[in-house]
């Protein structure tokens, strides 16, 4: 997971909410993995999602049971976290 905060304070982190929605999961013979991301964009405020993008090379993407839909998260989907981080 990669987090980014764009306030100017550090931030402590204890929970992170994802729509499951959103998940794109890949696997290979030894490994299942997804990245996901967190910005944290104001004081109580912060959007999570999913990447479109594997783990590790030659991993393939495991089917959707979801319909997809689009986001700024280079085509995964986003979530919105309010009243904490």
């Known amino acids: 997971m990669t987090i980014v905060n764009r306030t100017k304070e550090w931030k ?3 929970k992170v909410v994802f729509d499951a929605y ?3 999961i890949y696997y290979d ?8 991301a ?7 405020l912060s959007e999570t ?3 479109n993008k594997p783990i590790g090379e030659n ?3 495991a089917r959707e ?11 995964g989907t ?6 904490g981080i």
């Open 12 to 14: 402590e982190v204890s």
């Open 22 to 24: 959103g998940m794109k």
């Open 29 to 36: 013979e030894e490994k299942v993995g997804m990245k996901g």
């Open 38 to 44: 967190m910005f944290i964009k104001e004081e109580d």
């Open 49 to 51: 999602g999913f990447s």
């Open 59 to 61: 991993m393939e993407k």
């Open 65 to 75: 049971v979801y319909i997809k839909k689009k986001s700024a998260l280079k085509g």
């Open 78 to 83: 986003k979530f919105v976290m309010e009243s």
